[in-house]
Structure formats: C-alpha cells, structure tokens
C-alpha cells in the first residue's frame, strides 16, 4: 500500500520555515501511484465530465446523459476500491512502515481508507438513485432553476418549461471525491482542502429543494456560514499545530508530540493543545457532535430529502474516517490531554441526541437528532483507543450508513394526500404517519426495520454495530462510556418506538399520508438498504472480518 | 443421533409463520389450521425429542450443536438442553398450539396472518433462547422476543393497548441494555476469544474483584428482575397482561416471564456464584414483599385478568425464593414450579378469555351464577384457581411445597412469611370465585352456551397436566432434579463459608 507525494513542496514543508530556510530549495519531482489513487481520479473526472455534459449535451438528454455517467463513475470508482483491496499486499498493511525516503504522503491509502472509500462509494450510488427519482414527484426532488426567486414568476416560467437543474450530479460526485479524500488524507492541508471539496457541493445542494424552498435556503445558507466558521476554527488549528511541530503532516506531528525517544516536547504545548483542540471542533462539527450540532436538525429538514440522506450517511462516513486518522495518527501521543475533553463531548452528544429527539414532530428533525445520538455512540467506539474501537466504528459507520439511506429514500414517498392524483410534498410531520401500518404495509414495515436497527435491537445491523463499539470500550475500560450509551440507547429507543406506535397502532386524525409508488432507482435503494439491514444484523461476520482486516492506519 | 433436535425445533414455527404470511390474506381458514398444524408438529417433534433425551444424564447438556456465528466478537450459534431447559421448551411448545386454538374467533379477519404469525415467530425465539447456551445468543434473542410480543399487544390488545405495549417495551429494552453492558464485560473477563461467549466457557470463572462479579451480577440480574418481574419492577406487567389478548397474556406470563426466572438459575447462579450468595438477602426480600405484595394487591383488582397478572407477581416471589434459598429441595420446586404455574395461569387466563368473549368485559363485578349456566366454565376455572393456590393435589402443591420446605431449612423466617402467601392465595382465588360463579344467574347469562368442542380442547389438556403433575410430579422431577444438582454444585463450589453447609440439614443432596 503507498503513501504519496502529490505535491512537489515536501521537502521544504518539513523544515520550519522560522528557523531556518536552506539556502536551495530543491523540488523533487512528484511521483504518483495512479494505482491507488484511481478511484478518486475517477469520481474527479467523471465530476469534470458532468460540467462539460451541462455546457455540451442538448437540455432534453442532460439529465438521463448524467444520471449514466455519475452512477457509471461511481460503480467503477468501488470496483477500483475493491480491486486494490483483494489484490494488496496484506504484509504492507500490517501497520509495517513504508520506506519513508520516498514517500512524502499527501495522500494515504491504507486499508481504513479503502474500506471506507468502498462504504462512501457503495452509499452515494443508492443515494445518487433516489435524486435521480422523478416518479415520485414530476421532475424530481430539486428545483427546476436554483436561480430564480421562490415564488416569481421565473420560478413559475422554470417549472412551466420543465427545467431540470441537473447539476446535482456533478456536484455529488465532487462532493464524493471530496468525501474520499478526506480520510485519506496524510497532511492537515490535504485535509482541510478535502474538508472543503466536500462541503462546498453540499451547501449548493442543500439548498435546491423543490418544494417549500426558503426552508431549504435557509438551511443551505446556515449550513455554508457554520460550516465556513468551523472550516476557519480548522484551518486556525492547522497553524498552530505547524507552530508546534514545523509540519503539517500526521505523522510528523506524532513524531513531535512524541520527541526524540519518546520523550514528549513540552515547550510549546500551548500551541499543540490548542490547536489539537481547534482542529477537532472543526472535525466534530461536521460529524455533527454537541456541542457543535446545532446546524444539523435544520439542515436536515431544510434540504432536499435524497441530499439529507446523502449528507447524514457519506458525510458522517468520510469525517469520522478523518477524525480517526486524525486522532490515531497525529495525536496519539497526547491522548490523555484530549481524552477528557472528547469523553465530555460523546457523553454530551449521546445526550442531547436521544432526549432532544423525544420532542421531535418532524420525522427528518427526529432523524437529524438520531443521527446526533449517532455520532455520540461512534464517538464511544472511538475512544477505545485501540484496533477494536476502529473496527466497532469502521462496522458503525458502514451499517448505520445503509439504515440511514433507507430510511431518508423512505421519507420521499410518503407524501402528503392530494386531491387531483398529483403527488403532494413530502408528509414529514408525524402525525401525518398516523396508520400507515394499516394501509401500507410494506412501506411501514421497512421503516420499523429502519427504526428499530438505529434503536439497536437485536437481529439487525444496528445492535451489531452498537456491540462493537460498546464492547470496544468496556474492553479498554471505558465501561462507564458504555453504559451512558446504553441508558442512552434505552430513551432513543422512545422515540423509535414511538413513530411504531403512530404507524401500527394509530388510527389517523386530519389529513394522512399516502405511499406513492417510487420509481426503480428509489426502491432499489430502499430494498438494498433493508436488506443489508437484516444480513449485517443475523450475519455479520464477513464485514466485521474485512473491519477488523482494515483496523490499522499507515501513518 | 445427527438430527440437529434443536434446530429443527426452532426453525419448524418460523417455517409456519412464512407459510401464513404467504398464504391469501382473506383466507382465514388456511391460515388458523396452517398455524395450528406447524404448532403441533413442533410439538410432535419435542415430544420424539424428550423420549431421546437421557434422563440419567439430565444434567448435561444433550442435543448439542455449536457452529461459529461471529467469531470476531465471539458468538457461537451453541445449542443444548439440561434438564431444566428441557422442561421449558416442552412447556413452551405445549402452550403455543393452545394458545393458537384460544385465539380462533378472537382476531378479526384481515389481520389474522399476522397475528399467527407472529405467535410463531415468538415461538422459535422462546424455544432459542432456552436452549441457547451462548451467553450472546441468549441476550440476542433474549431481546428479539420484545418484538413480537410488542405487535401482538399493541396491535390485538384491549383499550388501554398502546400504553401497554409501549410500556412493555421500554421496561424490558431498559432492562436489557443494562444486562447489555455485563454481557459484553462478562466477556472480557472470560477466556475472550472466538468462543468466548460460550456459558462453558464463562462458568466457574476466577473474577478480577469481588466488586467486579458483583456488578456484572446486578446487571444480569436486573434484567431478569424486570423480565420476571419482581417488585418493584412489576409495573409493566398488569398492563401487559390485561390489554393483551388472553392467548397473548398465556405466553407472555406463562413463558416469557419464565425467561426472568430461567435466566437466574441458569445464568445467574453458575456464572456469578459469590455475588449471588452476597446478593441472597436482599434477593429474598425483595421475592417476599413480591409474594406477600402480590397477593395483596390481587385482592384489591376489580379487573379478572390484572388479577391473575398479580398472582403471579407473587407467584414468582416464591419461585425466586426457591432459587436464592439455594438448597436442592428450593430449587428443584422453584423449577418445577415454573412449569406448574405455566399451566396453571395458562388456564386461568383462557378461561378469562371465554368469558370476556361472551360477555366482552374481564370486569369481575359483571358476572355472577355462572356456576348454574355454564358449568364446565365455571369448573375449569375452580380447577385452575385451585392450582394457583396449591391446593393439595394439583401441580402447584407440590412445587410450593419444596419450595417452601427448601427455604425454611436456610431461612426459616421468609418461609414462615412466604406461607402467608399461600393463605392470601386462597382468599383471592375464593373470593373471586364466590363472586363470579356462585349466587343466583344472572339474566344475561342465561343463553349462554357452555364450552364448545374448540374451548374444551383448549381447557381440557391444560387441566389433565395439572392434575397428572399434582398426584405424579416423578417423571419431571427426575429430568430436574440432575439439573439442579449441578447448579448447586455450581454455587457452592467456591462457597467459602462452612457454616451454610452446618446450617443445611440432611435434606441437602438427597433428591427430594
């Protein structure tokens, strides 16, 4: 496996820049091993291609032309992944360090990395499929031209004309690539580029919703001016960390942390706590802990339902993949400093996620705050600190990821009942779930499956992944982390709960919801995500295999 | 013998319960017998299982099959039945299929594929989580069950359903998660490992610190307190009970609750044999004021069917007793007992359930005289209140009485205290009788038809076993009796205070 150079400026990187500058710079020529980074290339070029299609290909073929290419890239991307991680040496994976002469790593690909690069992969196609849903709602779930005022007459015009702002796509495979990046990043910059790469798709497409559109540019804007300060709040870290350590590199900041001989360097451990600290408050707010979650319930609820579910599975994905290698790479060394402070943040995140949920009226605020009281139970198998917590969290991510798309592709056909056989908006208030059991059976009952694996109940994935994390900590003696997340477990079990009663044992007062029938791609999504479901939930042990195979990061 | 049993066993009612779900939803018919048939073939099987089961070895494990399931977090899919466990799973699969003739005209049309499916579905989770023998697996299915049972009462329960159900739930989900969090440091005290869950591997373990098995101990016995359920943890029950339909109600405290009690004396007991010998005080009282609590509180209930959920709140009082006193008299009438009260509050809950479906209330204070107009009715459910207060002669009886005799060997005080129970036992059971069924008829009574054929085979087994338990209880003692040797050889075998064995007449070690 290969840590690169994607950058010529390594060398000069590694000095400190105040001390002393050589007095000839020498650039070394950048080699790249195209062999790991082609999945990435090809989400990249395939998002290039999408903006020549959008200046290029006729409008009446735009859609369907890009809908092709993106779920084409990203399936060839996965199957890139899946290829380099069957055929790897697995003797270079095993945590040995590579010859570091010429490795000068802006990028590593690791096993953590493959595996989660296969897990946002496999995501974004079942969520590039349901934004790709246009039986649901005639023209799909985004608006038809982002650019017009809600409510104008060019709104109007747009929507007569049958526009279609097929951009998304583009947009959600630069989002993706970013998304890859991220873990794999091997320096704070790469990161924080990543970080951006990321989010900057994200803000656009939350805020393109079809229907009731200023909540969804509400969102979008609140997204873009948090998300902004806590890219700021990284990039602030990222300095001091270069005060501290003369390099932006992961390892390079271990190798400070630890000193010459393990001794730590306590000089400027001002600049090293702070900007640790700066760093994680970026990284933890795109994982959406407390307290740095407040974006999230409305976000959620803003965007786009496809764009939420996007956003709750790959993103929490991609920035736990960083916050470990962050946490397992570069600052190791001080972990009794952080622990404290990061064991305050799950046991708070744990918290407000499950009590806050139980007031919710709103099914995708409710999924927002759950995802919340998610971030708190990976927070926990974080930090275990040891291979088995990254095994817990790797298996987490990968299974909560599945129910998360699921249900958010579930939300988008039960919509509001409408009087001439047009689709009405998305029904997301409860009680307009009330008695869905009754009339529709089998939409109701994939939706408790949902349900009751983010409860964590057994026989479905969620209790799988909640044992790994759980067991993860009781095994490094965090138990106390684990049994405020199983009282936790037991009040989100509530609320959980609670929209099983409205479904099954509610009989409906005021308007009710009907179950459109979602076109191929949607109940693809759905369908896959059940099942996988239920398979990690009775039978495990493959995925936890290729976990546990997967739990160790190169520096 | 290479057949899987226990597997075969399991798999038969959820093969049932994907054959109803298949079935044309319209076609009630085929889907009442469908349930009915793969609940008696399940039964068949059991009963050719029992007569291949090696009574002289009851206290091993027979039937064995383990096979890997999740090595990476060490879960096996290990099955075996001890004597004990034995008796459970006949006991379970006898009550499914009369609970599934119980409920033949109760559901409506429509929504009775689900329903029998779902008794099903539970039924291979009961049968599980008795004959797991991996410590994961039985937590697995342990909370599985929850699911099931949720639906039957939220969905087919009484008024008050949806309360009930939810409450149901949350007691037990809380329950155990708790039991979660022991489970997974139960492990890592353990050998760990690929099979490190396995209960062999777990039993007779050398504990960090006292404190450590002490806590690992509440958080197993936690959740069997709230699954048996024990006061002040009991609340969810009476609900449950009364709101679910009454072949619902059967299963929930005929089996389920049994889960709590099994779980004590085969999990409990063997894996945390110190903690719960320093636990034996407050374990007896608090099975005390369940007993003596119980029993008071069943006086009070104007409502037939909560009624019979507070009897067996005291019921399992005793049975806990029995347990804790840990002699071998207490234990082996505790696990009888289990069986007996199957039966006995099986019986009287179906016979509620005739009533309420002739006169569609459970109200104690709308009936009267039935004694003249239905007196097989009313016979039935003398018999099986008899049972439930021990009346010599009936199954109950015999289990009290070990039980009772058992502890006053080690703790004469709390037997002393326990057989105000039984005299309580009496008065609910009598009084409620006298009202019910005695007296003159009243008038809407009077047409009523006394039990049909279907009622009869409903009542009629159930009332034939508690007989043949009370006057011949041998047979069952015998597949017991092994079992509980080792579980006391299990406990005492670290027992560092001789005094108990002083204390301890010659009762101990002979099989009662």
Redesign the interface.
């Known amino acids: 496996m290969s840590a690169l150079l994607i950058s010529g400026s390594g060398p000069a990187l590694a000095i400190p820049v105040l001390a002393q500058l050589p007095a000839e710079i020498q650039f070394t020529a950048p080699s790249f091993d195209y062999r790991a980074l082609a999945p990435m290339l090809v989400v990249f070029g395939a998002a290039l291609l999408g903006v020549l299609v959008e200046a290029f290909v006729p409008r009446r073929s735009r859609f369907v032309v890009q809908v092709v290419l993106t779920t084409v890239a990203l399936a060839g991307a996965l199957a890139a992944v899946v290829l380099q991680a069957a055929t790897s040496d697995p003797v270079q994976t095993a945590g040995v360090l590579q010859s570091s002469g010429s490795v000068l790593g802006a990028v590593v690909v690791d096993r953590v990395t493959l595996f989660l690069q296969g897990t946002i992969l496999a995501l974004s196609i079942l969520a590039c499929l349901t934004m790709a849903e246009r039986t649901v709602d005639e023209g799909g779930p985004f608006t038809p031209q982002a650019s017009a005022v809600p409510g104008s007459p060019a709104e109007v015009a747009a929507r007569r004309a049958g526009l279609l702002q097929s951009e998304v796509f583009p947009l959600l495979l630069f989002s993706v690539g970013g998304m890859m990046l991220f873990p794999a990043s091997g320096d704070l910059l790469t990161m924080f580029i990543a970080l951006e790469v990321l989010s900057l798709p994200l803000y656009l497409l939350a805020g393109m919703a079809r229907r009731r559109r200023l909540l969804s540019q509400e969102a979008s804007l609140k997204y873009f001016l948090l998300g902004a300060f806590s890219s700021a709040f990284f990039l602030y870290g990222t300095a001091m960390l270069y005060g501290f350590a003369g390099t932006v590199r992961l390892d390079g900041i271990a190798g400070a942390v630890t000193g010459v001989g393990g001794v730590a360097v306590l000089q400027k451990d001002g600049l090293l706590l702070l900007g640790v600290t700066m760093v994680l408050v970026g990284l933890l707010f795109k994982i959406g802990a407390a307290p740095f979650h407040l974006w999230t319930p409305d976000v959620y609820q803003g965007a786009p339902t496809p764009v939420t579910g996007f956003m709750a599975a790959c993103t929490k994905v991609a920035a736990f993949g960083a916050l470990l290698r962050f946490l397992y790479v570069a600052a190791y060394g001080i972990r009794w400093d952080w622990m404290p402070m990061m064991w305050g943040v799950a046991i708070l995140t744990v918290i407000v996620g499950s009590v806050i949920a139980i007031v919710q009226t709103d099914v995708k605020r409710m999924l927002a705050y759950s995802s919340i009281a998610h971030a708190g139970f990976l927070l926990i198998g974080v930090l275990a600190m040891d291979r088995s917590g990254i095994?817990g969290v790797l298996f987490y991510l990968a299974a909560y990821g599945f129910s998360t798309i699921g249900a958010f592709a579930l939300v988008t056909i039960v919509r509001d009942s409408s009087e001439e056989g047009v689709a009405g908006g998305e029904a997301t208030h409860l009680s307009q779930w009330a008695g869905l059991g009754r009339r529709h059976p089998v939409t109701a009952g994939v939706f408790t499956l949902f349900l009751?694996a983010f409860a964590g109940?057994?026989?479905t994935s969620g209790?799988?992944g909640k044992?790994?994390v759980?067991?993860a900590a009781?095994?490094n003696g965090a138990?106390v982390l684990?049994?405020v997340g199983?009282?936790a477990?037991?009040v989100a079990?509530?609320f959980y709960?609670?929209v099983i009663?409205l479904m099954?044992?509610?009989e409906p007062t005021g308007s009710e919801a009907v179950v459109e029938a979602p076109g191929i791609g949607t109940t693809f999504a759905i369908m896959l995500s059940a099942v996988i479901t239920l398979i990690l939930g009775l039978?495990?042990?493959l995925l936890?295999?290729s976990a546990?195979a997967a739990s160790v990061f190169l520096p | 013998m290479s057949l899987p049993w226990l597997t075969t066993i399991g798999l038969l009612p959820l093969l049932g319960a994907v054959a109803v779900w298949l079935l044309p939803k319209t076609d009630v018919r085929a889907v009442r017998w469908v349930a009915l048939g793969a609940s008696l073939v399940t039964l068949a099987m059991t009963v050719a299982m029992v007569t291949q089961f090696d009574v002289a070895r009851a206290g091993e494990y027979q039937f064995a099959e383990t096979h890997s399931w999740i090595p990476q977090l060490g879960a096996s899919y290990a099955l075996g039945v001890d004597g004990i466990a034995l008796v459970m799973v006949a006991l379970s699969t006898i009550l499914v299929p009369v609970c599934i003739l119980a409920a033949w005209r109760e559901v409506v049309e429509g929504r009775a594929a689900t329903f029998y499916g779902l008794i099903l579905v539970l039924e291979t989770f009961m049968i599980g989580v008795f004959a797991a023998r991996d410590v994961f697996l039985f937590y697995v299915l342990f909370e599985a069950m929850l699911i099931p049972v949720y639906f039957l009462i939220g969905r087919y329960g009484g008024a008050q359903r949806r309360y009930a159900a939810v409450k149901f739930l949350l007691y037990s989900l809380l329950g155990g998660l708790v039991m979660l969090v022991a489970v997974i440091a139960l492990y890592f005290e353990g050998p760990g490992g690929a099979s490190g869950f396995l209960t062999q591997n777990l039993t007779g373990l050398r504990f960090g610190s006292d404190v450590t098995e002490r806590l690992l101990f509440l958080g197993f016995f936690f959740a069997f307190a709230v699954k048996a359920p024990m006061w002040p943890v009991h609340t969810w029950l009476p609900d449950a009970a009364a709101e679910a339909p009454s072949g619902v109600a059967v299963l929930l405290v005929g089996v389920l609750d049994k889960v709590g009690t099994f779980g004590m004396i085969t999990l409990c007991l063997p894996l945390f044999p110190g903690a719960s010998k320093w636990a034996t005080p407050v374990v007896l009282a608090l099975a005390l004021v369940s007993v003596l609590y119980g029993a008071l509180l069943a006086i009070g209930q104007s409502d037939l069917k909560r009624l019979i959920a507070y009897t067996s709140v005291s019921h399992f009082g005793f049975i806990v007793i029995g347990i804790f006193a840990m002699t071998s008299y207490g234990q082996s009438g505790s696990a009888l007992y289990m069986v007996n009260h199957g039966f006995s509050t099986a019986a009287l809950f179906l016979v509620a359930g005739m009533l309420a479906a002739r006169r569609g209330s459970t109200r104690i204070d709308d009936y009267g005289g039935l004694q003249r107009s239905t007196p097989l009715l009313a016979g039935s459910f003398l018999l099986a209140g008899l049972s439930s207060l021990a009346l010599p002669g009936m199954s109950s009886f015999v289990s009290e009485f070990l039980v009772l005799v058992g502890t006053f060997t080690k703790y004469p005080a709390v037997a002393v205290l326990a057989t105000v129970g039984m005299v309580l036992a009496a008065l609910y059971i009598l009084v409620t009788y006298q009202k019910m069924f005695t007296g003159p008829v009243k008038e809407y009574a009077s047409g009523w038809k006394d039990l049909s054929v279907r009622e009869v085979w409903v009542v009629a087994p159930l009332i034939a076993v508690i007989i043949a338990l009370g006057v011949y209880p041998k047979p069952v003692l015998d597949v017991l009796n092994p079992a509980v040797e080792r579980t006391m050889q299990q406990v005492s075998s670290t027992d560092p205070a001789p005094t108990v064995a002083g204390v301890t007449p010659a009762g101990e070690g002979t099989k009662p």
């Open positions: 095994t009751l109940i057994p026989l209790f799988m044992f790994a759980f067991s009781v095994a138990w684990a049994l199983v009282l477990s037991a079990a509530f709960i609670r009663v099954y044992f509610t039978a495990p042990s936890l295999d546990t």
